[in-house]
């Protein structure tokens, strides 16, 4: 090698540039570099620049020069060339042999596995479960029987390899990371399944076996080397009795389990732990669902229900995996309503943390105070103890469930961030500490040199210099976050408030009654179907105590006032909310003139409150609104017009932007409570249907004012800073937005659109035109007491990635030369709401040969139509969610028929006028018009349809957000029974009904959408 570099005016010597790299050990280095291996490229400032970046350059260097000395001439070459010319591969190899001496051992056994780092293609990015499986099923069939387990091994490290070198260049964040762990982990229990099954055709023959997740490996977070937990679970083939099937299924478990667990010439993959089963080690290894379920039941303790949450089918029979996972759900979501549960938990912790040797106490990264398992206890107690009646919070992942945990607000958003930003931090280096010599481990290092590694390999994760002192760096680091994580822990966990949460009934609010004494009180709120008495009680006392004018009404008024609200699947929160309502408006003369006076207004205000969520916390935000329920006509929609007009004078008269949308949104969100109300009361329409279409074009007017005030007061603000605007701007309602069909949670999808002014620059016009669609969208979305209008633009050309406004020139240049057919049937619902009409007018003109073209649908595009519609069915529906009962994708849902009648728009809006609108039920009534669908099979559409948007407006109007899903808490499915006609007690009727509509809709979609 070169043995000199000039510095300055200075020569630096090669063992001095060495250490400034990072290099501990110059002088071996050297000798390596001047060895045959690494001849020639001890010169490249390239690649000794890209070994100091590396987490350990010295071991870095010793894996290289290991691996090519493995590698015959031809093979070495092309690794040279490839290493010297290719960053990326550079990088991942690098990366891998700097942090992990083991994956460079592997190299050194297995050469030619390097290639595995090289082609990156985008498939090759985020594989799944599928891409390991076929990898190892591919090597291992390739081997012969005898030495299969060891093809195995060869084969899950090079998928190992690939991980960890996404892992450490970057590649994939922590979360990714883990999944593809847990991803390869199932993969690799098939394929030594399969292994198994082949070694005994007669068992795999006698029976039907899944595997069952646990842990880490469940909750799709798996460490690099951990135990894989598992549950079997088997189930007899057709005519084979039950005890010979359990018996093949055990020896094909056993043989899974020491297929991955045994140590043989290419070491082991990592221990199959089966422990977690009912009775534990005590237990059979492998029982029938029937018998999972009985011991559930019957005898599992409270730490099994807290280990279920995690549970996943990984392996084996998919469908009786699922079956296992859909059976013990109801289980572990009732768990924290077992005696002493939230005790239970926190004595389980308590254990844990008093069993680690006092000697590693201080370096415990998962166990000790600080550690991983504060944070996996506190969010599974958590999960356990309101999961019962929000089905968000149902994931097996830590992260995911911290995250909807702050999103349901039961965890604050800044402890959630301080929690999230301390658990990727300490798994990342339990995931170094344990990746150097794949070794489980969850302690930190006392050897500096470990130290110094570790340090470097998560500099970009350290607050603070690295450089000078990376191991004090890293030190201050780890105990930052061990420090925060038990403080918050400590908060969050053993909060005395959970104890009562817990053993609460699920729902309960609590509310009471006066003029008895407590218990008589207590006995007839329960009568009444008040689910906390002595919380009631409470809030009367409150209401009706005092000798004021204020308390003489309300005792006059509550004992009617409290059959109302009994009469409602959540009387306890509607008489909290009245309580509220009544502090903020009680010394107000109009409010006691209305309780005393307008009986029907009484009534209806105890109706809107005990109905749900919503409406009462629209209330909640300007209590004055209640005035509208004294007015006869105070809960008739206004139209567009008026909306506007009251809008846009509001606008005119605020000093700023910001004040301008903050009047548009405070008159939005009075008359959201407007029609929630009129809705939750019937006063929409005469039938189901009309209410529904009511309520849609209620909401569409009410935002499309909204966003033309809002716009206008940002034209303004921009204007006062810099003069005229050079551009007029008109908005493009899409989606249901554009289809005048908006539920209460419902976005407004829009497409923003400019055109310069006489004169005006483009350039300057697309910059001013930017500025004010995102402080349009910035000022509308802002955190405020309104609720928020979400601004959606995503169905622009080139989605996020494109401009958010462009030029009508522009849209006219895209979708003439590059649109898709998914956009042209996303324009089936455009409309202009909002800007310069004209401008709308000119783009709706511009789209209307896309949206009907003049010949139909190439047959190209029908197949790409369909091929879309299929993935969205198997990729979007989220995990866990019942496709039966999911309003929006699920079978026979809105999709379903949205896009069977969109496609009748593509094929013959060009030839049937009436066809060309952008409502759902005007298109598929003009389409049965038509003679394009029958009249039976539009019927059977519609119904479906209908019934899915009511769902979800029920939904959102019960529980205060949106939802694609039947509540899982049984007083929020009550109520939505109750908001669609359904009496108390029948909420199953209304799912097998929803279950029966949508079925026979989907059925008629697979005739004209699929075809035969």
Not at 70 to 75: G, I, M, P, R, T
Not at 509 to 528: F, K, V, W
Not at 626 to 634: C, I, K
């Amino acid at each position: 090698m070169a043995v000199e570099e000039r510095t300055g005016s200075r020569t630096s010597r090669p063992e001095t540039r060495l250490v400034r790299r990072g290099f501990t050990d110059p002088e071996q280095a050297l000798r390596l570099l001047s060895g045959p291996a690494l001849h020639g490229l001890a010169a490249d400032p390239v690649l000794l620049d890209a070994l100091g970046t590396v987490a350990d350059p010295d071991l870095a260097l010793r894996g290289l020069a290991h691996l090519l000395e493995a590698l015959d001439e031809a093979e070495r070459h092309t690794l040279r060339d490839t290493l010297t010319t290719s960053k990326p591969l550079r990088d991942r190899l690098l990366g891998v042999l700097g942090a992990s001496a083991a994956l460079g051992d592997h190299l050194g056994r297995h050469p030619r596995d390097w290639h595995a780092l090289v082609t990156f293609e985008q498939r090759d990015m985020h594989p799944g479960q599928a891409e390991f499986q076929r990898e190892l099923s591919t090597r291992v069939r390739a081997a012969a029987p005898a030495a299969r387990a060891d093809e195995l091994r060869a084969a899950y490290r090079r998928c190992l390899l690939a991980i960890a070198a996404r892992d450490l260049s970057g590649t994939t964040d922590l979360p990714q990371t883990a999944a593809e762990l847990a991803d390869l982990a199932g993969a690799t229990l098939q394929a030594a399944l399969d292994i198994a099954a082949e070694e005994d055709e007669e068992a795999a023959t006698d029976c039907r076996l899944a595997v069952i997740g646990m842990g880490k490996c469940g909750g799709r977070e798996l460490n690099y080397v951990s135990d894989v937990d598992v549950i079997f679970v088997a189930e007899p083939r057709e005519g084979v009795e039950e005890q010979r099937a359990t018996r093949a299924a055990t020896r094909l478990a056993a043989r899974t389990m020491r297929l991955c667990s045994d140590t043989t010439g290419e070491g082991t993959i990592w221990p199959v732990d089966a422990n977690l089963r009912p009775e534990g080690r005590n237990g059979p290894l492998v029982r029938t669902l029937a018998s999972h379920l009985a011991y559930y039941q019957r005898w599992a303790k409270t730490w099994e229900f807290q280990a279920l949450l995690k549970a996943r089918p990984v392996a084996g029979d998919a469908e009786l995996g699922a079956a296992y996972a859909e059976a013990i759900a109801p289980l572990v979501w009732q768990a924290a309503a077992r005696d002493n549960f939230v005790t239970d938990v926190q004595q389980m912790r308590r254990r844990v943390v008093d069993a680690i040797p006092a000697t590693e106490v201080g370096r415990q990264l998962k166990l000790g105070p600080g550690g991983l398992r504060d944070v996996e206890f506190a969010v599974q107690l958590l999960q356990l103890v309101h999961g019962r009646t929000d089905p968000s919070l149902r994931s097996g992942n830590t992260l995911e469930a911290l995250a909807a945990l702050s999103a349901g607000g039961y965890v604050g958003r800044a402890d959630a961030a301080s929690l999230d930003a301390a658990y990727r931090f300490l798994r990342s280096l339990e995931h170094r500490i344990q990746l150097h010599r794949l070794r489980r481990t969850h302690l930190v290092p006392k050897d500096p040199a470990d130290l110094r590694r570790l340090a470097r390999s998560l500099a970009a994760g350290i607050q603070g210099d690295t450089r000078t002192d990376p191991v004090a760096a890293l030190d201050r680091e780890w105990k930052r976050h061990a420090v925060e994580v038990r403080r918050l822990h400590e908060r969050l966990f053993y909060r005395p408030l959970l104890d009562a949460v817990a053993e609460l009934p699920s729902g309960a609010a609590g509310l009471g009654h006066a003029g008895l004494t407590p218990e008589g009180a207590r006995a007839r709120l329960e009568a009444l179907g008040y689910a906390d008495p002595a919380a009631a009680l409470r809030h009367l006392t409150a209401l009706a105590s005092g000798v004021s004018r204020k308390a003489a009404i309300q005792r006059t008024l509550l004992p009617v006032m409290l059959g109302w609200l009994a009469d409602s699947a959540d009387p306890d929160a509607g008489l909290l909310t009245f309580r509220q309502v009544s502090d903020a408006l009680g010394r107000t003369p109009w409010y006691l003139r209305l309780l005393r006076d307008e009986g029907a207004a009484a009534e209806q205000l105890a109706r809107v409150l005990s109905a749900g969520r919503l409406a009462p916390d629209l209330l909640l935000r300007a209590p004055e609104a209640v005035a509208m329920l004294g007015d006869p006509q105070g809960l008739d929609p206004r139209g567009r017009a008026a909306l506007e007009q009251e809008i846009l004078a509001a606008v005119g008269r605020a000093p700023t932007a910001a004040a301008g949308v903050a009047a548009a949104r405070a008159v939005r969100r009075r008359e959201l409570f407007r029609t929630s109300a009129a809705d939750l009361l019937g006063r929409l329409g005469p039938d189901e249907a009309s209410a529904l279409d009511a309520a849609g074009e209620a909401l569409t007017a009410l935002n499309a004012a909204t966003l033309q005030g809002a716009l206008r007061a940002c034209i303004a603000g921009w204007e006062a800073d810099h003069g005229e605007l050079p551009t007029r701007l008109a908005v493009i309602a899409m989606g249901r937005f554009g289809g005048h069909e908006l539920g209460y949670g419902s976005d407004a999808d829009v497409l923003l659109v400019h055109e310069p002014q006489l004169g005006m620059l483009e350039e300057d016009a697309a910059r001013a035109a930017r500025a004010v669609c995102n402080e349009l969208r910035t000022l509308l979305a802002a955190p405020s007491t309104e609720p928020p209008l979400l601004v959606d633009a995503d169905l622009r050309p080139e989605g996020r990635q494109g401009p958010l406004v462009r030029t009508l020139a522009s849209y006219a240049a895209y979708y003439r030369r590059w649109s898709h057919v998914w956009e042209s049937q996303a324009l089936l619902r455009a409309e202009p709401v909002a800007g310069d009409a004209d401008l709308g007018e000119r783009f709706r003109a511009l789209i209307d040969p896309l949206r009907y073209p003049g010949h139909g649908v190439p047959e190209r595009d029908l197949v790409e139509i369909r091929r879309i519609k299929a993935r969205i069915e198997s990729e979007r529906l989220p995990r866990g969610a019942d496709p039966t009962t999911h309003t929006k994708i699920g079978r026979g849902g809105l999709a379903d028929v949205e896009w069977t009648v969109q496609l009748l728009q593509l094929q013959h809006g060009h030839a049937v006028p009436a066809l060309r609108t952008t409502r759902t039920r005007r298109a598929l009534a003009a389409a049965a018009e038509a003679g394009l669908i029958g009249a039976e099979d539009a019927a059977v559409l519609d119904a479906a349809w209908l019934l899915a948007s009511r769902v979800r407006s029920a939904v959102m109007l019960v529980r205060g957000r949106a939802g694609d899903s039947f509540p899982g808490d049984a007083r929020e499915l009550s109520g939505v029974a109750r908001y669609l006609g359904y009496g108390a007690g029948h909420s199953g009727e209304l799912v097998d009904d929803y279950r029966r509509t949508t079925r026979r809709a989907r059925a008629v979609v697979e005739r004209l959408f699929y075809g035969p």
